[in-house]
């Protein structure tokens, strides 16, 4: 199983900390995207899983076989960008939803915090996110190209941002442990996940999971810490 890390293509989205949009409809960013699409090709997965809800499974595919016969565009998404061109290439009948929603809530972690008497938390919080911000920032220029975007996402670097979950965990109190119950919960919807994962994972198979890059951390040590699944790095295919 092989969980390459991702940006969002369209931009935005509901994380904490949002990338911008780039045009990746253009020629040197399709080119860009041809020479990413090439390293995972190199892997051979026989299996291509996105981060979409498994009810919309049957309409997406609809579309990318639309889009295998010749009958559909791709959209901007990395769903379609990387997923549905890597697998009509490999001649796949169908790709895989595994997302399982979820989300945080902030205002109520920082609020639990300061009723604590904590607002030393947020502050470690607030500078823990700056460089985070700022790396990101790097990361967007439009300089880089898409494979050394993912090249960055995949590396090591990115580990340490999951560490800021920590100090969310620590926001609350004896009565409101607010941090508490929202990492429950994003611990939880990476369990979930796996398990959607591990569920499409038969004896054989070769996976390849899409997934936006803040997931990445705890899907790596999900399947690698799993008896019965074998982990593989991006950066062997991305390098």
């Known amino acids: 199983i092989l969980v390459l890390g991702s940006f969002h293509f369209t931009g935005g989205g509901a994380d904490y900390i949002n990338g911008e949009a780039i045009n990746i409809m253009d020629e040197q960013r399709q080119a860009e995207i041809d020479s990413v ?47 549905w061109a890597l697998a009509a290439r490999l001649g796949h009948d169908q790709l895989y939803a595994i997302d399982y929603s979820g989300g945080m809530d902030f205002d109520a972690m920082f609020a639990a915090a300061q009723e604590a008497g904590r607002p030393d938390i947020v502050e470690d919080f607030n500078q823990f996110v700056a460089p985070i911000q700022a790396y990101m920032a790097e990361a967007d220029d439009p300089s880089h190209s898409i494979l050394e975007r993912f090249q960055t996402l995949n590396g090591p670097q990115e580990v340490e941002f999951h560490h800021l979950y920590l100090l969310l965990a620590q926001m609350g109190h004896a009565d409101n442990r607010a941090g508490a119950d929202n990492m429950t919960q994003w611990w939880g919807r990476n369990l979930h996940i796996f398990a959607n994962i591990s569920a499409e994972a038969l004896p054989g198979d070769r996976v390849l999971v899409i997934y936006g890059s803040g997931h990445k951390y705890l899907l790596d040590q999900y399947v690698d810490n799993a008896p019965n699944l074998t982990w593989v790095d991006p950066m062997d295919y991305l390098q």
């Open 37 to 83: 699409l090439t390293r995972l090709e190199a892997f051979a997965p026989n299996k291509i899983l996105v981060e979409l809800g498994p009810e919309y499974e049957d309409s997406f595919n609809a579309r990318y076989r639309e889009f295998a016969a010749g009958e559909r565009e791709l959209g901007v998404n990395e769903r379609q960008q990387i997923g």
